[in-house]
């Protein structure tokens, strides 16, 4: 059983910053792409960002310049710095990730989501 957990949201002003963490565990054999999407209420969910197993970044062009996103391939886990955050990043971010577990099946996995709040 492959999971991904999201931490680190929460509220906070616009101009500010805060730091989503995201763990993969489970029986995992590799992890190609983690990366990170958002939906706000009403709306579709979209990228955000992704990196690459590499270590390659890859932002939507609403976060590029104010979001950074890093990995640990030996702990599994992906970050997301976040900094100059508006409202409009008011979302749930969610983690995602392709796995192969140790069964030799790859999927793509989702954390459950956590809540982003930016006041105005």
């Known amino acids: 059983q492959v999971q991904l957990v999201e931490s680190g949201g929460g509220l906070v002003q616009a101009g500010g910053s805060l730091r989503l963490s995201c763990a993969a565990s489970?029986?995992?054999?590799?992890?190609?792409?983690m990366g990170w999407y958002r939906q706000a209420p009403g709306k579709q969910r979209e990228w955000v960002s992704s990196i690459t197993k590499d270590g390659a970044p890859m932002y939507a062009d609403s976060v590029k310049g104010r979001f950074t996103i890093s990995r640990d391939n030996a702990k599994n886990t992906v970050s997301l710095q976040m900094n100059s955050l508006k409202p409009e990043d008011t979302a749930v971010y969610y983690c995602?990730?392709?796995?192969?577990?140790?069964?030799?099946?790859?999927?793509?996995?989702w954390g459950q989501g956590t809540q982003v709040t930016v006041s105005s």
């Open positions: 489970g029986s995992i054999s590799s992890i190609n792409a």
């Open positions: 995602n990730a392709a796995i192969r577990a140790r069964e030799g099946v790859w999927g793509n996995y």
